[in-house]
């Protein structure tokens, strides 16, 4: 199910990007569309940086988003209903989360802010801080796994029990929950990435947005 995804994805993309028009056709107009809606969105969470991690959380919106829905047609499965599939897009997640933040401000000021802001509480801080990262793709995967996992064995019991019909109310429910779990899945991705972007401001290494103001 997962190739079927990737197919849906990249045949598309290939052929709508191969000969693009000064006016465009329906294609490449949709296409337009997504790339700008998220090109925006990205903007209004990181600023102009946050232009240059449109294929990052593009992909990954559009994988999450056809993958969930993906379950809801006869006969196929959703691939984020597999525990494998959402650990895989956390992950990404997580290690480039970290990668960026090395890349935007060193590797020595990237890592102290895991210290905290006064030298002596590392000891407790580093311990916290680590944790919590590391929960990060935890919770991630294991959220997005159990509300698909959940919203597709109801469908699938649903429709063995009752006719075609009785089941349509829960999926539009569905629908509408797969749209809201790919949402927060990329929300909650981008408020990693810009987090990881930004310098300790107690340390005076930037000036503060606020105080910028």
Not at 150 to 170: A, F, H, K, N, R
């Amino acid at each position: 199910m997962t190739w079927v995804v990737m197919i849906v994805l990249i045949v598309p993309a290939f052929l709508l990007t191969r000969r693009l028009k000064g006016i465009p056709g329906l294609g490449q107009n949709i296409l337009e569309f997504l790339v700008e809606t998220l090109q925006g969105f990205l903007e209004a969470m990181m600023g102009p940086k946050g232009k240059r991690y449109l294929p990052l959380i593009g992909t990954l919106v559009l994988f999450i988003l056809l993958s969930n829905l993906l379950g809801l047609i006869p006969g196929f499965h959703s691939p984020t209903n597999n525990l494998n599939t959402t650990v895989a897009c956390a992950l990404v997640v997580f290690f480039s989360t970290h990668l960026i933040g090395i890349k935007e401000q060193g590797f020595r000021q990237y890592l102290k802010h895991f210290t905290g802001p006064i030298w002596w509480l590392a000891p407790i801080m580093v311990p916290v801080e680590v944790i919590g990262h590391l929960a990060r793709p935890v919770s991630l995967s294991i959220r997005l796994f159990g509300n698909i996992f959940g919203e597709d064995t109801v469908l699938l019991i649903l429709l063995s029990l009752v006719p075609l019909l009785i089941p349509l109310p829960m999926m539009f429910l569905a629908l509408f929950t797969s749209v809201v779990q790919t949402f927060i899945f990329v929300m909650l991705s981008t408020i990693y990435i810009a987090g990881a972007q930004e310098a300790d401001y107690r340390e005076g290494t930037v000036p503060s947005p606020e105080r910028k103001e």
